[in-house]
């Protein structure tokens, strides 16, 4: 089985900022790209950040400029830097991981959720 368990989420005043942190583990072969989606009380969740296994990355607009994702591969690690942080940043972040369990077999896997938010 393969889980990802996200740590780092908090409550934090306008201009704070935080890091969270997902880490996969379980039968992995390859952890390809690993990246957080967020979702907003009465809002659709949305992407935020993507990174792949050799580095690119991806941003939502909303957040370019202010957020960093990162990763370490030999901890099957990623990490989302947040700074600038903005009340509409408020919502809870899931973290997203497509992983290779076996040869040509590729699953998608989410963390747990952790609640952000982010008082004026």
């Known amino acids: 089985q393969v889980q990802l368990v996200e740590s780092g989420g908090g409550l934090v005043q306008a201009g704070g900022s935080l890091k969270l942190s997902c880490a996969a583990s379980?039968?992995?072969?390859?952890?390809?790209?690993m990246g957080w989606y967020r979702q907003a009380q009465g809002k659709q969740r949305e992407l935020v950040a993507t990174i792949g296994n050799g580095g690119s990355t991806y941003y939502a607009d909303s957040v370019k400029g202010r957020f960093t994702i990162s990763r370490d591969n030999a901890k099957n690690t990623a990490y989302l830097q947040m700074n600038g942080l903005k009340p509409e940043d408020t919502a809870v972040y899931y973290c997203h991981a497509d992983v290779t369990v076996a040869l040509s077999y590729n699953n998608v896997y989410w963390g747990q959720g952790t609640q952000v938010t982010v008082s004026s």
């Open positions: 379980g039968s992995i072969f390859r952890v390809n790209v």
